[in-house]
């Protein structure tokens, strides 16, 4: 069985990355692995003041990072396991040390058909569609698309004008032998909201289901 992402992206784009991207993006349940990631992003940013309610909002449920700054440690985790509805899930958790504060991003993604969906924060609040393409330097290009909102009884397609449209591109270098990440997240109408770059080394790890830590409080059947 091959990676949600080859199956997405298609065997011969997914042939096309790194041999070091095909692996990471190659973490799954068939191959048993899990990928650790751990660096440094040398800049954290944000828009203008009037983004900080929405980021702030955003970090109740691990969503946004509000704060800024530059060389943040961070650490990044691909867990895959099976979701409680016997899905193929592997998450993206992504913690950051700015200087006292612990701040932390939830990501669990599926695939559905042939496109992934993203769940973002603690409790899968927002599914996000991913468009995923390969650039000529072998890295990956993920841009995320339309958003619905669950909770309880209540799903609803999220309008972006209230929400925002985030661009990430993932590549290594030869040269110096790390994973290098640059993502911007902009509003249709109001711009710049939130962006960040850094680098990273991986090693990948024995994995036949995820730490609890890093799984949702609850999971969502809806996509």
């Known amino acids: 069985m091959t990676s949600m992402f080859e199956r997405a992206l298609g065997e011969a784009q997914f042939a096309r990355l790194h041999p070091m991207l095909q692996r990471r993006f190659g973490v799954g349940l068939d191959r048993a692995e899990a990928c650790i990631g751990r660096g440094v992003m040398s800049e954290i940013r944000r828009g203008p003041w009037w983004t900080v309610p929405f980021l702030q909002i955003g970090r109740l449920r ?5 704060d800024v700054g530059d060389d943040v440690p961070f650490t990044i985790e691909n867990h895959p396991y099976l979701d409680p509805f016997g899905r193929e899930t ?33 409790h899968q609040h927002l599914a996000v569609d991913l468009d995923l393409a390969v650039d000529e330097d072998g890295g990956l290009l993920l841009t995320s698309n339309a958003q619905r909102f669950y909770e309880g009884l209540v799903g609803f397609r999220f309008p972006m004008l209230f929400s925002g449209r985030a661009t990430l591109r993932e590549r290594y270098d030869d040269a110096d032998g790390r994973f290098h990440i640059d993502l911007e997240v902009r509003n249709d109408r109001f711009g710049f909201l939130f962006g960040y770059r850094g680098s990273f080394t991986c090693h990948w790890v024995p994995a036949t289901d995820a730490p609890r830590r890093l799984k949702p409080v609850r999971h969502e059947l809806r996509t």
Do not use: H, Q, S, W
């Open 62 to 66: 691990n969503i946004l990072v509000p």
């Open 90 to 122: 592997v998450t993206f958790v992504r913690e950051y040390t700015v200087g006292r504060r612990r701040r932390r991003f939830d990501a669990t993604m599926i695939l559905v058909g042939d496109r992934i969906v993203d769940f973002l924060g603690t």
